[in-house]
């Protein structure tokens, strides 16, 4: 088993409250997370990685408890290992394509520097075609290169899991269908399980082995009548 | 040409250079926390760090009289301590001038760290980065540009103080008289040659601080 959730939260104010019930085992090596804009998927992605804290409950991953509000265990975002792909991509703007995707394997506090290099640096810039714009920053390199930095950025350490937060709404659709081929080839080489969020039905039928649906921050394993 | 001149243009910019060095410090952390924390009044904070922007400069000066000065309950207390006096000092110039210029630097910064774009700093957590890598290697960086910005304004800002300056720190030549303030004598003392050449130099350098803060400050990271 990898990840098991079982988490409450809630967030806005007294005027527009939100409550996040989300109760779930990922029991697949590809789960999708579907649901409509506003059900509170990038809250629960966001909440599995450790950049936000639930109310109560408890996340586990593969035995180790991530988060236990009755015991009081929380393990911050930096020591989960887990690679995230945002929804824009999140590329650092002021950092080359390069640098993107060696920044995880610096720790210190400064950045790599502009013709950093190294074993799994190459072998990433290689595998995801992306030799030719290695120099280049974010701002100049296309979708398809954007997406595929960021994928390289959150596989460079070795993740133990990689959460994806809506990964193809930022490409135009005759792209779309190209990627999911690309990212399919991809995970099977990996081979770490995989956890999507998507408010699109063809990231579902592509990857959704174990399908999970969202609605109004709550899970159900079956598709809520329209 | 008197050599006068020099020495006043040269401590003049010595002190706009620590006023400077103290609000890029000063400025960055208190803009950092007004942009960042949430904290029972933190608007009321940014009001009064804001108010030497509106507030005269001779009110300012009083201000740090009743602070810093001979009797002031902070000046009364290094002098007694460690036997330091700020009064009619240079490092009295700095703090005057440190002062007056700080909303300058605040405003920017504040705008500058508001304006990074949250996701980048989860990014950079998520990949394993401490809270001061984030801020070193993602927060910073992005928010640079209008750090910078600010700052030049606070130096220029700096070069040309006059009121608090010259209450707290006077007008001795060589000592604490600034360019404004030799400006000022010389129209006094009816040297206009002088007056002149010194209105020159200052406008000249602040043309060229203006000009190097228009070219930073249009700057945004794009995505």
């Known amino acids: ?226 | 040409m008197d050599a006068s001149v020099w020495i006043t243009l040269g401590l003049t910019l010595k002190v706009a250079a620590w006023a400077t060095g103290i609000n890029l410090i000063l400025g960055t952390a208190i803009g950092w926390l007004l942009a960042n924390r949430r904290f029972p009044g933190r608007e009321l904070l940014d009001a009064i760090l804001t108010l030497p922007f509106v507030l005269p400069p001779t009110v300012l000066g009083y201000y740090l009289l009743v602070v810093i000065g001979r009797n002031g309950w902070l000046g009364r207390w290094l002098n007694d301590t460690f036997g330091i006096t700020l009064i009619f000092t240079w490092q009295g110039a700095v703090i005057a001038a440190s002062l007056v210029a700080f909303p300058l630097v605040l405003k920017s910064a504040r705008a500058a760290f508001e304006g990074v774009d949250p996701q980048l700093e989860k990014a950079a957590r998520v990949l394993g980065l401490s809270e001061w890598a984030v801020f070193f290697r993602v927060t910073l960086p992005m928010a640079w540009p209008g750090i910078l910005a600010g700052t030049l304004l606070v130096f220029a800002r700096s070069l040309g103080e006059f009121g608090a300056t010259l209450m707290v720190a006077g007008s001795i030549p060589g000592k604490t008289q600034t360019l404004s303030i030799a400006v000022y004598e010389a129209v006094q003392a009816g040297q206009d040659s002088i007056a002149n050449m010194l209105v020159v130099i200052t406008s000249v350098t602040c043309i060229v601080v203006l000009l190097l803060a228009g070219r930073l400050a249009p700057f945004r990271p794009t995505r």
Not at chain 1, 9 to 23: E, I, N, S
Not at chain 1, 215 to 226: F, K, N, Q, V, Y
């Open chain 1, 1 to 226: 088993m990898s990840f098991d959730v079982d988490i409450m939260k809630t967030v806005g104010d007294a005027r527009r409250r939100f409550q996040l019930q989300v109760k779930f085992t990922m029991q697949a090596r590809r789960t999708v997370i579907y649901g409509p804009s506003g059900a509170g998927k990038s809250l629960t992605l966001q909440a599995l990685a450790g950049l936000l804290q639930p109310d109560s409950g408890r996340i586990s991953f593969a035995d180790q408890v991530l988060y236990d509000s009755a015991q009081g265990t929380w393990v911050p975002a930096r020591r989960r290992a887990f690679g995230y792909l945002f929804q824009d991509y999140a590329l650092f703007p002021h950092l080359n394509v390069r640098q993107n995707i060696a920044f995880g394997l610096a720790p210190g506090l400064r950045n790599p520097s502009i013709a950093v290099a190294g074993e799994a640096v190459e072998h990433w810039l290689q595998a995801l075609d992306l030799g030719e714009v290695a120099a280049q920053r974010p701002a100049e390199l296309s979708g398809g290169q954007r997406q595929r930095t960021a994928l390289a950025r959150a596989l460079v350490n070795s993740p133990r899991a990689l959460l994806l937060d809506e990964p193809f709404s930022a490409l135009d659709p005759e792209l779309r269908t190209r990627t999911r081929t690309e990212l399919d080839l991809l995970l099977a080489r990996v081979g770490i399980p995989m956890l999507m969020i998507t408010h699109d039905p063809e990231d579902l039928e592509w990857f959704g082995e174990q399908a999970l649906y969202l609605r109004d921050g709550r899970i159900s394993e079956r598709r809520a009548a329209d």
